[in-house]
C-alpha cells in the first residue's frame, strides 16, 4: 500500500509499509519510527514525492490511501491523474475530503472519477466529522495556555490559527470518504 502523507510522521502499515511523503523532514522521521516499530530496512522504504507527482512507475500500487490531503491539492484533476497512473489495473484508491455542503465547487465524485479514467467505487459521507473537529477546535482554544506550556509557541499558533479559520467553515462541511478503482485493461 502506498500512502501520502503530509503529517511529520507516517506509520508503517501491516504487510508492506511504504510511503511517499511530501517533505524530507517527514521521510526522515518516518524512516526512523519504522526502525523503532522493528520494520526491516527491506521492508520499508520513504521517498519524496507530491499528490500530482509521486515518483512510482505506472501500474505500481496494489492500492492507495490519500488522507484529508486532496482538498489542499492546486489540481485534483492531475492528482486523479497520477493516481490512475499508478495503480494496477483493478487496483482501488480511498481518500478521504470534504466539501461545502451548500456551495460544491466540484463536480461529484463520479464525474471527477470518469474523467480521469477512474470508476467511483463508493461514497460514504462521515457524518460525524465536523462537530468532531468543532469540539477539538473549541478544546484547543479553551486550553491555549496548556498547549503553548506543552507544545511550545509556534506549534500552538498554528493549532490556534487552523481552528479559528477553519473552525467557522465546519457548519457547512461535508467529510466523505471515496473508493476509486482503476479499471481491468
Same mark, same amino acid.
Given at each position: 500500500?502506498?500512502?501520502?502523507?503530509?503529517?511529520?510522521?507516517?506509520?508503517?502499515?501491516? /504487510?508492506?509499509?511504504?510511503? !511517499?511523503? #511530501? #517533505? #524530507?523532514? !517527514?521521510? %526522515?522521521?518516518?524512516? +526512523?519510527?519504522?526502525? *523503532?516499530?522493528?520494520?526491516?530496512?527491506?521492508?520499508?522504504?520513504?521517498?519524496?514525492?507530491?499528490?500530482?507527482?509521486?515518483?512510482?512507475?505506472?501500474?505500481?500500487?496494489?492500492?492507495?490511501? #490519500?488522507?484529508?490531503?486532496?482538498?489542499?491539492?492546486?489540481?485534483?484533476?492531475?492528482?486523479?491523474?497520477?493516481?490512475?497512473?499508478?495503480? &494496477?489495473? %483493478?487496483?482501488?484508491?480511498?481518500?478521504?475530503?470534504?466539501?461545502?455542503?451548500?456551495?460544491?465547487?466540484?463536480?461529484?465524485? &463520479?464525474?471527477? $472519477?470518469? +474523467?480521469? /479514467?477512474?470508476?467511483?467505487?463508493?461514497?460514504?459521507?462521515?457524518?460525524?466529522?465536523?462537530?468532531?473537529? *468543532?469540539?477539538?477546535? *473549541?478544546?484547543?482554544?479553551?486550553?491555549? $495556555?496548556?498547549?503553548?506550556?506543552?507544545? /511550545?509557541?509556534? *506549534?500552538?499558533?498554528?493549532?490556534?490559527?487552523? $481552528?479559528?479559520?477553519?473552525?467557522?467553515?465546519?457548519? +457547512?462541511?461535508?467529510?466523505?470518504?471515496?473508493?476509486?478503482?482503476?479499471?481491468?485493461?
Amino acid at each position: 500500500m502506498i500512502g501520502w502523507d503530509g503529517a511529520p510522521v507516517a506509520h508503517p502499515c501491516a /504487510g508492506s509499509p511504504l510511503g !511517499a511523503l #511530501c #517533505c #524530507c523532514s !517527514a521521510r %526522515g522521521l518516518a524512516a +526512523g519510527r519504522a526502525r *523503532q516499530l522493528g520494520v526491516p530496512p527491506e521492508r520499508a522504504e520513504f521517498f519524496q514525492g507530491s499528490l500530482a507527482s509521486t515518483g512510482l512507475p505506472s501500474r505500481y500500487a496494489d492500492g492507495l490511501v #490519500c488522507v484529508d490531503a486532496i482538498g489542499f491539492a492546486r489540481d485534483r484533476r492531475a492528482v486523479l491523474e497520477e493516481s490512475r497512473r499508478v495503480l &494496477k489495473p %483493478g487496483a482501488r484508491a480511498v481518500l478521504t475530503s470534504g466539501r461545502n455542503r451548500t456551495r460544491p465547487v466540484l463536480p461529484p465524485w &463520479k464525474e471527477q $472519477a470518469a +474523467g480521469t /479514467g477512474l470508476i467511483l467505487d463508493a461514497e460514504e459521507e462521515r457524518q460525524h466529522e465536523p462537530a468532531m473537529w *468543532q469540539r477539538l477546535y *473549541q478544546l484547543w482554544i479553551e486550553h491555549e $495556555a496548556e498547549l503553548r506550556a506543552q507544545l /511550545g509557541n509556534d *506549534q500552538a499558533d498554528s493549532m490556534l490559527t487552523e $481552528a479559528r479559520t477553519r473552525g467557522p467553515a465546519l457548519a +457547512g462541511r461535508q467529510a466523505v470518504t471515496v473508493a476509486l478503482r482503476r479499471p481491468e485493461d
